[in-house]
């Protein structure tokens, strides 16, 4: 049966949605229901996709409209520190994993040419799965995030040369005069874009943003415009996009264009998701398992052990490596185009275009759970990861200063604490887990940081050696307790304020140090603000008034602090 585009669009819509449901409820990630809806809508069962080129433009759209966003969020100054750790990454990458990949294929009975590529296909990253997990888990603006963001534009730039060098075989000549102007050309687009952001952007922006759907058609104007005139450079439509965002990234409305394009991104960001499990041929992975597998182990185990290897003899800390060489664990969409442009061209057989597609579904699938839990991962396996740090890391060199004010969730009674935090007039940050504070804090330009109160990679990230006062609203006794361990394993002078709704939990943490703990009926938080108007940081008053909040409890003095 026959359907119009609209109607395929729906069904597919709504096999997305169920399936989403689905793995909603199994907790697993939802990139594994997108790619598995494909493979529902597409010939191995259902068929409804007949308009393969209108699904192929909805991806290209979501993959501008991810990298755009990306690119608003990135720092020019970042960019330019971490040149080095992105470069040698790469480089320390394509060699291990394209000479180990050469030798396997090589193993496998395949000719030289199909090793060859294989090699440079396994280098490939996800550029469209590490920037969507990053963005899911408010990452990118983390080192690990920085960094792989930077790897995988590196990777972008080899893969152009890697499609030059495809054409060149297939029989269309390629002279030192062609790359030469390609490189001129990456400088001249380089050149354009920087000026247009620091000459021409600022003051155009400041007049279409009179108008919320001005900036808005403006953005997408600006990004697809500067995509389309990229890759008519020679080069691709992500390093366009990224660049288009990169250059609006330093503007006063760079936010407010990232809010409005997130919902439109999220859509078209899915159907290129179902389009890559639609293109799956199911019939012709069958013959490519076994070379598949070995290939895919070397990607997700190997691949990341190379770019841990290369960061910590950089000197970055082994957190950072591992969670760094997770990302990259897994080969990119761009792989099987290459490997399906070599086939196209005779240079290499249908068998291996079957291999190279299995480990990208392998892979992509299997380093979605290995982003989203690393970690937990990480946890699990740190004391066998000392080898990939040195004894004095980079890191911890140039740690930011610590905030004399954190407040740990802002909705249950943070805000009045932030607004006290803000009289006091000393550096403060609020933490929080929730995506919609974090907007809110972001548009309101408050100090924010992203992530678990519970999770040590935050709390590193914090820098609390100098803290003064902690406020958590929490009242978790879980997470009171994890907080409380790790703050006064590394600075026992701090202040550390938190909320409990039981008596006997409160009186355990006032025994592990916590210096107040809020209580429903006996000393709330609007009470403790007040304290905190007056008294600021002062030790010997918060010391009084928890030991007059001890008595209140029922004379719990075994929680003097330690």
Known sequence: MEFGIFTQLSLVIVLAAVMAIIMTALRQPLIIGH???????????LNLIQEQAAFEAYSEIGIALLLFIIGLELSITVVKKLGKPVFLTAMATLTTIG?????????????????????????????????????????????NGQIAIGVILVEDVIATFALLFIVARSGEALTPIDIGLLFVKGFLVVAVLFFLGAKVLPKATRYVARSQELLFLFALAWGFGVAAAVNAAGFSTEVGALFAGVALAHLPYAH?????????????????????????????????????????????????????????????????????????????EFSIILVVLATTSGLVGERLSAVITLVAIITIAASTYLMKYDNWIYVRL???????ERDVTSEKATRPESYPLILFGYRKGGQKFLKTFQEMHQRYIVADYDPEVIDELKHKRIP??????????????????KTKLIVNTIGDHTVNVSMIEYV??????????????DHNQAAELYAMGASFVMLPHIAGSDQLNDFIQTHGTNRNSFDAYREDHLVQLGGHHNGSRP
Not at 103 to 111: C, K, N
Not at 117 to 125: E, N, Q, R, V, Y
Not at 448 to 465: A, K, S, W
């Open 35 to 45: 790619i598995l809806t494909g493979i529902i809508v597409g010939p191995a069962a």
């Open 99 to 143: 000479t180990l990949g050469y030798l396997v294929t090589l193993s496998f009975d395949f000719t030289r040419t199909e090793a060859f590529i294989t090699g440079l296909a396994l280098f490939f990253s996800s550029t469209i799965i590490i920037a969507k997990v990053l963005s899911d888990k408010k990452e990118l603006n983390r080192l």
């Open 256 to 332: 407010q264009i990232g809010a409005r394009l997130k919902p439109l991104r999220d859509f078209f960001v899915i159907l290129f998701f179902i389009s890559l499990g639609e293109q799956l041929q199911l019939n012709n992975l069958m013959a490519g398992i076994v070379p598949a597998l070995v290939l895919s182990f070397i990607v997700l185990a190997v691949k990341p052990l190379a770019a841990m290897a290369s960061l910590g003899a950089l000197g970055y800390t082994k957190r950072t490596s591992f969670k760094t060489g997770i990302n990259l664990s897994q080969i990119s």
């Open 382 to 388: 740190e004391r066998n990861l000392h080898m990939f």
């Open 448 to 465: 924010y940081l992203y992530g678990d109160v519970t999770d040590p990679e935050l709390l590193d990230e914090l820098n609390i050696d």
């Open 488 to 501: 006064m394993r590394r600075n026992d002078n701090v202040l550390i304020v938190c909320y409990s709704d």
